[in-house]
């Protein structure tokens, strides 16, 4: 006998009926203590009958608010109520999201997204685990709102509910003010972050000031100081910055003062304007390198890696509009650094261990990490400016699946052509060899420049006499066409006219009249009077029409001839 499709599933709980259930719920998020107790004694009964099968969602609220029983009592001092806070808090956000793990561990905020908690309460959370405590204020007011979501997501559903009345009737105000209050603590909280991820940077900085300090004035720039003891607390505290806020870091790193120095900071690391390579091909100096090297070896990872370029070249096609060399130089020389730490060669290949040693002594990172060169490729793309060929070629020959030969050479090409524009005209010169040639003037200016280069003591007067010559050819080219002329009414234009401004058959000043074609001289002759050749056996004749017949007094056609003439005349 089946059973029928509409009979409820049943289940056996711990409460008596339906009375004792809404006198417990009554009671939870009542504000009087006393009645508060009560009704954690009557889920002190259910765990008992339960055993080891209680709700979570029961266990969450009752724990949270026995935190707030104690918390109106004064009886706990302010460090011991921040444990006992964060101890409900932090068994809430594992044992709700505990279920909706799969086989492949998912992030906590993914996870609390779907289920609608505030991404601010699992930062809480992560703040309780893995950072300093927060504040009494703060776990007062995460033990409210994950009280308030309990209420709504499980209690206010049971026993046929849905929601209750009063949390239906919550004014669109109220969700507005609830929701302004959301991104209120979100924003500070990232200030907070961005505070504590300069003072690290910061704080970084004065220990490499203070070991750079220590080094003899004559081995300033060549040596640096393996980190102090002191230093790996500090460092280790970045690290754990960087593997929750990666975005943010990076980003306190790319502002000046850090990544970008001021002169004050190259002053001090003794650094010039001449250790830099040109704009062109940007290159750190060897003490800037060096100063930041022990932190980026402690960040280096992939995805650190990725991030960091990602960021680089959004901060140059930034830079791309405004006139700042001095960080756009720093920008670029820090992705063809990081660039170069990946590179392969095959000159690598045949290097001694001593060699290579010193080669990487001053490398970010040692070994080749497989880079998304299809994405910064169209990032360096979107990025012109005066480093850009520079670095569109360190890309391209790097490369782990390199583009064909002539796609490279004509990205090169269309690169350099489109950053001319923002080349200074003193860069220019030095950079004139290696500038490839697409138009026949820049053919002409290489030729000079290289018979400049091998005979300069006579190629001034090769200039002045192929000029000469060149005049003399065109003066004798424009008189044999005058003498061709000579008695026609046709003239030779000295006039500079832009003849594809014109049609063919028109000449400039020309009305559409057709007798302004005519000349003034002319003389008519008949077709009886025109020469006749009559040993010639070749006669050119229309398609389709007969050959007139000759007699010595001339041509001679016939009425039916002239027809078939008339016929074949083409009207354009």
């Known amino acids: 006998m089946k059973k029928k499709s509409s009979e409820k599933r049943r289940h056996v709980v711990a409460w008596a009926n339906k009375a004792e259930w809404d006198q417990v719920l009554e009671y939870l998020y009542s504000k009087d203590s006393a009645l ?3 009704a954690l004694k009557r889920i002190s009964a259910w765990r008992g009958r339960y055993a080891n099968s209680t709700p979570v969602a029961v266990d969450c609220t009752a724990d949270l608010v026995r935190c707030q029983v104690l918390d109106r009592s004064g009886q706990l001092d302010g460090e011991d109520l921040v444990l006992l806070y964060g101890a409900g808090l932090v068994r809430f956000v594992n044992l709700i999201t505990e279920r909706q793990q799969g086989r492949t561990a998912r992030p906590l905020r993914r996870l609390a997204g779907n289920l609608n908690i505030p991404e601010w309460v699992v930062d809480l959370r992560h703040d309780m685990t893995h950072r300093k405590l927060p504040t009494l204020k703060w776990c007062r007011k995460g033990c409210k709102v994950v009280l308030e979501w309990l209420q709504q997501e499980y209690w206010s559903r049971q026993l046929g509910g ?3 009345e009063d949390w239906e009737s919550e004014s ?3 969700v507005d003010l609830k929701r302004q209050g959301d991104e209120l603590m979100a924003r500070q909280k990232e200030m907070e972050a961005y505070k504590n991820a ?8 004065k220990e490499q000031y203070q070991a750079f300090d220590r080094l003899p004035e004559d081995k300033g720039k060549t040596l640096w100081p393996a980190p102090f003891a002191d230093m790996s607390w500090l460092l280790g505290e970045i690290k754990q910055f960087a593997l929750q806020s990666g975005h943010l870091l990076i980003d306190v790193l790319l502002e000046d003062g850090f990544l970008v120095p001021t002169a004050e900071q190259l002053e001090t690391l003794g650094c010039s304007a001449s250790d830099n390579a040109s704009a062109s091909q940007p ?20 995805p650190f890696i990725h991030l960091l370029l990602e960021k680089l070249f959004v901060e140059l096609k930034l830079l791309a509009k405004e006139q700042n060399t001095h960080r756009a130089f720093y920008v670029s020389a820090w992705i063809s650094e990081i660039i170069v730490c990946n590179s392969n060669k095959f000159e690598y290949h045949f ?3 001593g060699q290579k040693k010193a080669r990487m002594k001053d490398r970010v990172f040692v070994n080749r990490i497989q880079l998304r060169w299809q994405h910064l490729l169209s990032a360096c793309l979107d990025a012109p400016c005066v480093s850009t060929p520079h670095l569109l070629q360190l890309i391209l020959d790097d490369m782990e699946h390199p583009l064909p030969l002539e796609t490279r050479q004509r990205l090169l090409q269309l690169c350099s052509i489109y950053t001319q524009g923002v080349h200074s005209e003193s860069d220019t010169a030095p950079r004139r060899k290696q500038q490839p040639i697409y138009t026949l003037e820049s053919l002409h200016e290489k030729l000079q420049h290289l018979r400049h280069l091998s005979h300069p003591w006579h190629s001034a007067a090769e200039a002045k006499r192929s000029e000469s010559s060149q005049e003399y050819k065109w003066a004798d080219v424009q008189a044999e066409k005058a003498r061709l002329l000579r008695g026609s009414p046709w003239q030779l234009c000295h006039d500079k006219v832009l003849w594809k401004n014109y049609p063919l058959g028109k000449v400039p000043g020309q009305s559409d009249d057709p007798s302004r074609l005519m000349v003034e001289n002319y003389s008519t002759m008949t077709i009886f009077d025109q020469p006749v050749e009559l040993e010639s056996n070749t006669a050119h004749n229309v398609p389709g029409v007969l050959a007139p017949v000759r007699t010595a007094d001339g041509l001679l056609w016939n ?3 002239v027809n078939m003439l008339k016929s074949g005349l083409q009207l354009f």
């Open 283 to 302: 290159r750190l100096a060897q003490a800037f390198l060096r100063f930041w090297l022990p932190l980026l070896k402690m960040l280096n990872s992939p």
């Open 162 to 164: 849905g929601p209750n």
């Open 559 to 561: 009425h039916s001839d």
């Open 36 to 38: 508060q107790r009560f």
């Open 351 to 353: 290097e001694t261990k």
């Open 198 to 205: 300069r003072e690290l940077l910061i704080s970084f900085e």
């Open 172 to 174: 669109d105000e109220e």
